[in-house]
């Protein structure tokens, strides 16, 4: 588990020091590059370990998942299959109803593989939670979840995260998949969009979170 963005040992993240590219006005870096490099090279090494002699399905969740899934596939050195699976929890609302529609499923069977299931955000846990139960009823050998981002804050059921690569606070957060308004997917870094920041305690203002359109989790 790593905190980003205060940078530590053991691949942990920092904000970038550069601003905003041009194209990309109002996102203020958290996450650089590099640091999600190191971090994806990082799991890719425990996921080789731990799965040691077998073969792995990775399932990815669209949309917000695909760079992150990508690169950590990359990074895994074992047989692996890839599925996709995407979910919706909004219908058009700007915060999760509470209720998960599966909206894409995995094209083959899953029964007797290990499953590693690839969020990029693990929020509330409602849609983790489903899918996870989802696969399982699927008959696998085993399933486990891997999330990019982890936010805490947002928490409303515990959910069992087996690979999470860095656990941020209640900020809106696009870049390396992550979107607004299907913007920004295409930043090489992850950032928060300025004025999104929860306020200070004790000043009124809106929460980031409900602002944000939840990509998974």
């Not at 590059?33 to 669209?62: E, K, M, P, Q, W």
């Not at 399982?136 to 085993?142: D, I, Y």
């Amino acid at each position: 588990m790593v905190k980003a963005p205060r940078r530590t040992r053991g691949g942990r993240g920092r904000p970038a020091r550069a601003g905003s590219p041009a194209w990309a006005p109002g996102v203020e870096p958290l996450i650089p590059a590099g640091a999600l490099r190191a971090r994806v090279r990082a799991l890719g090494r425990a996921i080789s370990r731990d799965y040691a002699g077998r073969s792995l399905t990775l399932v990815c969740v669209l949309k917000g998942a695909a760079v992150f899934f990508a690169d950590l596939a990359r990074a895994i050195r074992l047989p692996v299959e890839l599925e996709f699976i995407a979910v919706s929890s909004y219908a058009g609302a700007t915060e999760s109803s509470g209720e998960v529609r599966l909206s894409a499923d995995v094209a083959r069977p899953l029964a007797g593989k290990d499953v590693l299931l690839v969020e990029d955000i693990v929020d509330t846990g409602l849609t983790a939670g489903f899918l996870v139960g989802l696969l399982q009823a699927r008959g696998p050998r085993s399933v486990a979840l891997c999330s990019l981002l982890v936010k805490p804050a947002r928490a409303k059921v515990q959910v069992d995260i087996a690979y999470r690569g860095f656990v941020i606070d209640d900020v809106f957060v696009v870049g390396y998949g992550l979107d607004a308004a299907e913007r920004w997917r295409n930043l090489p870094y992850l950032g928060v969009l300025r004025g999104t920041r929860p306020p200070a305690p004790g000043r009124r203002g809106r929460s980031a979170a409900r602002r944000q359109r939840r990509r998974s989790g």
